[in-house]
Structures are given as structure tokens and as C-alpha cells.
T-cell receptor
């Protein structure tokens, strides 16, 4: 089975600053998809950003961007201009077609300091 | 409509009770999932319904049984649970096949007394 590793159990960032969350994964597949999900305290898990492995261009969604290094099997999330609402657990996830299973990392708890 | 709904939001049950959790989506997704999540931990996959076939995580005890009445509904039947089964139970759905993301419901907070 594929493994997804998030080596930072907890991170903190000052409001308006930039923070980067790390994710590495292990796979022998060449075709796969990577995701970052956000789960605020007692709230619903939502998709932040999605990256297709065959696309070299890094995905961007407003203040969220990824640094996808396929050879290094690294997929980090950068949050710019951090806001209080960014405080949450962030999970990195992997999916390889044709299967429907998602593999999640252990999560990083992000605190935003006012 | 990108919503997955789950009922109830909270459930307290005794170890001898039988209860059911319900999940519904109207996005045309044909893959639906049940996850168990403990606090500050990632979701653990329990079951997947895809192409009308059920896939089971073999570590899930038989006191949990899923049911998929149709492509929009997914139930999780609970019987004779243990206190360690107390957790947040998440339902998710996705399009089948290539790289589609999952959409999660808000979860059911289950407490077994």
C-alpha cells in the first residue's frame, strides 16, 4: 500500500505570514493524484487543492499553492497571507487510478497566531 | 449541489443497542465511503462502495455493517458496539475513476456508553 508521511505534527504561523506544510509519499505508480484537505475544529473536511502527477505545473488556489517534486515524491502546501480561519488540521492524501482508495497522511495541526 | 449530508449529527448508544447512521449525496457520485476518525488523527477507511461493489477494510469488526440502498444513499448499521468505537464517523463520496477528489459530510459524533 502507498504511504503518505507528514513529518510536522504541529505548526504555527503569525497572521499575514507564510507557512509551508510538508508531505512526502511512497509509490511505484507514475499516474496518481495528490490532495490537501483542511479540517477546522469540529467542522467539515474540505478540499484545499489538488495536483495531478502528470502535470509539471504546480497547482494554485488563491492563497494556497503547492510545491510538487515528483522525483523526490514531495508535495508541500504553502499558505500565503495566513488568516485566522486557516487554523485547522491539514491532511495530505494520495489516490492512484483506477482504484477508489485514498491514502491519508497523519496530519499537521496549524495554529494561526493573531 | 456539492453537499454530502449525514444524520444524525450526534449519537449516544449503549453497548447493546442497534442504531444506524445515514449518508446521502445528490452529486451523481458512484463511489461512497465510510471512515472512522479519532481526534487529531487521519480518517481510517472502513468501507467503499464503488461500481455497486463493496470493499471492506478487513480490520473492521463485524459489528459494523454497511448498506447501499441506491447510488445516493449509504447507511452504516451499528450493533453491540464497544466504548473504543466512540469516534467521528465520516461519509464521503467521489466520482469513480481517475483522480477525482472526495467530498466529505460533516460526520456523526458517536459515543458508546
Amino acid at each position: 500500500a502507498q504511504t503518505v508521511t507528514q513529518s510536522q505534527p504541529e505548526m504555527s504561523v503569525q497572521e499575514a505570514e507564510t507557512v509551508t506544510l510538508s508531505c512526502t509519499y511512497d509509490t511505484s505508480e507514475s499516474d496518481y493524484y495528490l490532495f490537501w484537505y483542511k479540517q477546522p475544529p469540529s467542522r467539515q473536511m474540505i478540499l484545499v487543492i489538488r495536483q495531478e502527477a502528470y502535470k509539471q505545473q504546480n497547482a494554485t488556489e488563491n492563497r494556497f499553492s503547492v510545491n510538487f517534486q515528483k522525483a523526490a515524491k514531495s508535495f508541500s502546501l504553502k499558505i500565503s497571507d495566513s488568516q485566522l480561519g486557516d487554523a485547522a488540521m491539514y491532511f495530505c492524501a494520495y489516490r492512484s487510478p483506477p482504484g477508489n482508495q485514498f491514502y491519508f497522511g497523519t496530519g499537521t495541526s496549524l495554529t494561526v497566531i493573531p | 449541489d456539492t453537499e454530502v449530508t449525514q444524520t444524525p449529527k450526534h449519537l449516544v448508544m449503549g453497548m447493546t443497542n442497534k442504531k444506524s447512521l445515514k449518508c446521502e449525496q445528490h452529486m451523481g457520485h458512484r463511489a461512497m465511503y465510510w471512515y472512522k476518525q479519532k481526534a487529531k488523527k487521519p480518517p481510517e477507511l472502513m468501507f467503499v462502495y464503488s461500481y455497486e461493489k463493496l470493499s471492506i477494510n478487513e480490520s473492521v469488526p463485524s459489528r459494523f455493517s454497511p448498506e447501499c440502498p441506491n447510488s445516493s444513499l449509504l447507511n452504516l448499521h451499528l450493533h453491540a458496539l464497544q466504548p473504543e468505537d466512540s469516534a467521528l464517523y465520516l461519509c464521503a463520496s467521489s466520482l469513480e475513476g481517475r483522480g477525482y477528489e472526495q467530498y466529505f459530510g460533516p460526520g456523526t459524533r458517536l459515543t458508546v456508553t
